[in-house]
């Protein structure tokens, strides 16, 4: 079946220091993929997403390419900030319909 | 603010009783989606709605149940509650049920379910 697969958390780093998160996908068909983002107390935001193969999805300052040969999809930011601080989910979509499958999450704790 | 509003925010009632979640979706949004959110489950997407029907099915209990309303509001019944149905329910909608590969998914801040 279809499933996602992240690393585990928590994540610990210090503000300006190098992310990635991993994500790896099992999927029929050529999914779209997505990193959602949960700041404390909020529903899932929308970070990025790409729809094919090679594409990069990219927003503040996060970055994501869709890997079709390795079925990752790896999350990754040059500087983190304490503002970046959230559980990171990522998920994907295959088939006909739009649910979201997601990954467990991962949670990032960035400290000044 | 995606948008999307999900009623009551905090709910906490008895084992055995029923509740109903409700989920407005956003202006012109005509899929809903419902996820519950568990720590030992995670996200677990429940059921979709579109236009007033039901269009996929998830890891929804018997006991569970839900609809969607003519202006495409959404609730979700849960009956008999067991102590294990406590999570956070989220609700989701998206604009367009036939362009799946690109349509975004906004989600409401969720209702917090807990059952003593």
């Known amino acids: 079946g279809n499933s996602v697969t992240q690393m585990e958390g928590p994540v610990t780093l210090s503000e300006e220091a190098f992310l990635t998160i991993n994500c790896t996908y099992t999927?029929?068909?050529?999914?779209?993929l997505f990193w959602y983002v949960q700041y404390p107390g909020e529903g899932l935001q929308l970070l990025l997403k790409?729809?094919?193969?090679?594409d990069k999805g990219s927003n503040k300052g996060f970055e994501a390419t869709y890997r079709k040969e390795t079925t990752s999809f790896h999350l990754e930011k040059g500087s983190v900030q304490v503002s970046d601080s959230a559980v990171y989910f990522c998920?994907?979509?295959?088939?006909?319909?739009?649910?979201?499958?997601f990954g467990a999450g991962t949670r990032l704790a960035v400290h000044p | 603010d995606s948008g999307v509003t999900q009623t009551p925010k905090h709910l906490i009632t008895a084992t055995g009783q029923r509740v109903t979640l409700r989920c407005s979706p956003r202006s012109g949004d005509l899929s809903v989606y419902w996820y519950q959110q568990s720590l030992d489950q995670g996200l677990q997407f429940l059921i979709q709605?579109?236009?007033?029907?039901?269009?996929a099915k998830g890891n929804i209990l018997e006991r569970f149940s839900a609809q969607q309303f003519p202006d495409l509001h959404s609730e979700l019944n849960l009956s008999s509650l067991e102590l294990g149905d406590s999570a956070l329910y989220f609700c989701?909608?998206?604009?367009?049920?036939?362009?799946?590969?690109?349509?975004?998914?906004?989600f409401g801040q969720g209702t917090r379910l807990t059952v003593v």
């Open positions: 999927a029929t068909g050529y999914p779209s």
């Open positions: 790409a729809t094919k193969a090679d």
């Open positions: 989701a909608s998206s604009v367009d049920f036939g362009r799946p590969m690109n349509t975004e998914a906004f």
């Open positions: 998920a994907l979509i295959t088939g006909g319909y739009n649910k979201l499958i």
């Open positions: 709605y579109y236009n007033g029907e039901e269009r």
